[in-house]
């Protein structure tokens, strides 16, 4: 990690920062940790020692949080778990004020989640150490999008040419934006669905398709995301009912059916089972949900190795400090 004030440091800010070569290190790296893993009587590799990684959740998370916690302890760094219920955060100190806070407790990487978009790439404009970002508000969400394709080319080999639907809640869903962004570095195609009410301003810029009809789409699909209907940031109503968005865009037993014998469902969770997904579809034999929680602590201990194992870090993008 560089010093003095002006200097710079490697961060995961965006899925949109992450070249080819250095998304597939990531996933590479995910596959060594995970052999040498398996291999090991102790669950724990030495790499991080002596290292402090911050998880800084301003927003409730459970597999994320959780996540980065196991990624860290296994490669035995010191994790302090900092939230922002109850800390001097809700009596009105600043974000800077903090980072600052983390930066003289000597932290040499910060997970953060806010609920503002941004706060991660301001977060990095003050602290020495490398910043990941595990989900700012409708934005981003690198490490799922990692994840996800991990687990896509750990079930189907491959993610060159690979036709992947994402389907929902693109508007609010900082999942899918990371996910489009990565997939489409890695040479995957998408195509978002989605009714019209969910899909943010400007879709139409980012390097994807867009339809309305699930239906059509469904049996061209090598890989089917569904995403959960985010309730709590829906200030308004987005559709009719939710027997009426799971009519025309749920993945019941009835559309699976037609999807190709290796196609694969996934979703990064938590479920609205029986709204945008079936629990029989959850459960069965397309379903990659529980893999995807699995390999959600590979992956990011792959992510933290890169940017905190050596003095030069592998992956990420350099932001300058103030």
């Known amino acids: 990690m560089s010093g003095a004030g002006g200097s710079t440091s490697r961060h995961l800010l965006s899925a949109g920062d992450l070249s080819r070569?250095?998304?597939?290190?990531?996933?590479?790296?995910?596959?060594?940790l995970e052999q040498v893993l398996a291999s090991s009587t102790v669950g724990k590799l030495p790499t991080l020692r002596g290292r402090t990684v911050v998880n800084l959740f301003f927003e409730d998370s459970t597999r994320t949080k959780t996540s980065f916690e196991l990624a860290a302890k296994r490669l035995s760094a010191d994790v302090i778990s900092f939230a922002a219920k109850g800390s001097s955060v809700s009596k009105g100190e600043s974000l800077k004020d903090t980072a600052l806070t983390l930066e003289a407790m000597?932290?040499?990487?910060?997970?953060?989640?806010?609920?503002?978009?941004?706060?991660?790439?301001?977060?990095?404009?003050?602290?020495?150490?490398?910043?990941v970002n595990a989900g700012d508000g409708t934005h981003e969400h690198p490490t799922q999008a990692?994840?996800?394709?991990?687990?896509?080319?750990?079930?189907?080999?491959?993610?060159?040419?690979?036709?992947?639907?994402?389907v929902g809640d693109v508007l609010h869903s900082r999942v899918a934006r990371s996910n489009v962004l990565l997939l489409h570095t890695l040479g995957a195609e998408v195509t978002l669905v989605a009714p019209p009410t969910l899909l943010p301003v400007g879709v139409e810029t980012w390097p994807c398709a867009v339809?309305?009809?699930?239906?059509?789409?469904?049996?061209?699909?090598?890989?089917?995301?569904?995403l959960r209907v985010q309730r709590e940031r829906m200030g308004v109503s987005y559709f009719p009912s939710s027997r009426e968005y799971s009519r025309r865009y749920g993945l019941d037993v009835r559309r699976a059916a037609v999807l190709g014998d290796d196609a694969i469902v996934m979703h990064p969770g938590p479920m609205n089972r029986g709204i945008e997904i079936a629990p029989e579809v959850a459960d069965g034999p397309r379903s990659t949900i529980v893999s995807q929680v699995a390999n959600g602590v590979t992956v990011r201990m792959a992510v933290l190795?890169?940017?905190?194992?050596?003095?030069?870090?592998?992956?990420?993008?350099?932001v300058t400090r103030g």
């Open 211 to 226: 339809s309305y009809d699930l239906d059509a789409v469904l049996p061209k699909s090598d890989v089917v995301m569904m």
């Open 146 to 166: 990692l994840l996800d394709a991990y687990t896509v080319r750990q079930r189907l080999g491959r993610l060159e040419g690979l036709r992947v639907t994402i």
């Open 305 to 318: 190795y890169l940017l905190l194992g050596s003095a030069e870090p592998a992956i990420g993008v350099e």
């Open 21 to 32: 070569d250095e998304a597939l290190l990531v996933l590479d790296t995910a596959a060594e």
């Open 106 to 131: 000597g932290a040499d990487g910060i997970v953060i989640r806010h609920s503002w978009s941004g706060a991660p790439v301001n977060l990095a404009h003050h602290v020495r150490g490398a910043v």
